[in-house]
């Protein structure tokens, strides 16, 4: 059975640091390019973080390069996302997606909110 489980969101105040993460069992996490997208209310869902599945390739939105990392750790089938100076505009329900080929699988998300 496939599973895909975000936590780590939360509030946080406009410049603090969150660090999300994402655990996959029932297939061969290390086989599939992870992401992470965001989506907030009115908007479409959109990527923010990508990951190859061998963690040699990244690729950001413009919005997040600098303040957004994302790591993986195929040993423990889970990938990270360390977001810092986080804005308001970053609060969003965020996504973890694992992909290989026709196969792509979603997790349930989790809220991240950036107020003061």
């Known amino acids: 059975q496939v599973q895909v489980v975000e936590s780590g969101g939360g509030l946080v105040q406009p410049g603090g640091s969150l660090r999300l993460s994402c655990a996959a069992s029932?297939?061969?996490?290390?086989?599939?390019?992870m992401s992470w997208y965001r989506q907030s209310p009115g908007k479409e869902r959109e990527l923010v973080a990508a990951l190859t599945s061998a963690g040699g390739r990244t690729n950001y939105a413009d919005s997040v390069k600098g303040r957004f990392t994302i790591t993986r750790d195929n040993a423990k089938n889970t990938v990270y996302l360390q977001m810092n100076s986080l804005k308001p505009e970053d609060t969003a329900v965020y996504y973890c997606?694992?992909?290989?080929?026709?196969?792509?699988?979603w997790g349930q998300g989790t809220q991240v909110t950036v107020s003061s």
């Open positions: 029932g297939f061969t996490f290390s086989g599939y390019a």
């Open positions: 997606n694992a992909k290989f080929l026709a196969y792509s699988y």
